[in-house]
């Protein structure tokens, strides 16, 4: 398998995730999102994703786009260990949590859409990043209510093993603490993203431990 990845991107840090708790075994493409006004933007990655986003998956003849597609296509093709849980009801509650951060959240503090707002908006560097933080302090928020309390929730997003929403919830803690975003507001949140963190997985697909890193 083949992964076009970005280092930060929070999309392709999910699926690096997912690749490294399934111990699957994938060659990385680094794509670098703003060097040269971004190689996504180029003709050769295009071709392989005509969105211009990260990540993109390649298995053999098959090319996949959209974080979550890609996840739930590992843990079909690649069922243990499983980051879905096996009842109906289970498997709506991790979809809604990881949907919560994918969609209302993620989409919000792209890049392109930060850079439209400095760009052709014309807002100031304060202005993009108290919109970033608007954002995602307030989309962390309504994860934490899904999260607190609730009786499914264990030592991870759904008991006591890491799954999908986990892989979500943990690049997007990553990128709320790069830009200096509040978050004691969220102790359940950050709770399990320490839990995610100190396991190998969470780290082999770290920023940090990448080999695009800067």
């Given amino acids: ?3 076009y990845t970005y280092f930060r991107s929070s999309a392709a840090f999910r699926v690096r995730i997912a690749l490294h708790l399934k111990g ?5 493409v680094p794509v670098h999102l703003t060097r040269d006004g971004g190689a ?3 003709p050769d990655y295009r071709a392989v994703n005509p969105a211009a986003l990260v990540p993109a998956l390649v298995d053999g003849e098959l090319t996949l786009t959209q974080s979550l597609a890609i996840i739930e296509y590992l843990d079909e093709t690649c069922p243990s260990p499983p980051l879905l849980p096996p009842d109906p009801p289970g498997r709506a509650r991790v979809r809604a949590i990881a949907l919560s951060i994918a ?6 503090n792209n890049l392109r859409v ?9 807002l100031d560097e304060a202005q993009r990043m108290a919109w970033y933080r608007h954002w995602v302090e307030g989309g962390l928020a309504a994860v934490e209510a899904l999260l607190a309390a609730h009786p499914a929730t264990g030592r991870f997003c759904h008991g006591d093993t890491p799954g999908l929403a986990d892989c979500v919830l943990v690049p997007q803690v990553f990128n709320a603490r790069r830009f200096d975003c509040r978050l004691d507001h969220v102790p359940t949140v950050t709770r399990i993203a320490a839990a995610c963190e100190a396991l ?5 697909a770290a920023p940090a431990a990448q080999p695009d890193a800067e």
């Fill in 1 to 3: 398998m083949k992964l």
């Fill in 24 to 28: 699957l075994d994938y060659t990385a």
């Fill in 40 to 42: 996504q933007h180029g």
């Fill in 103 to 108: 969609c209302e959240i993620h989409p919000l």
């Fill in 114 to 122: 930060l850079d439209y707002l400095t760009g052709q908006l014309g």
């Fill in 200 to 204: 190998d997985a969470f780290a082999r």
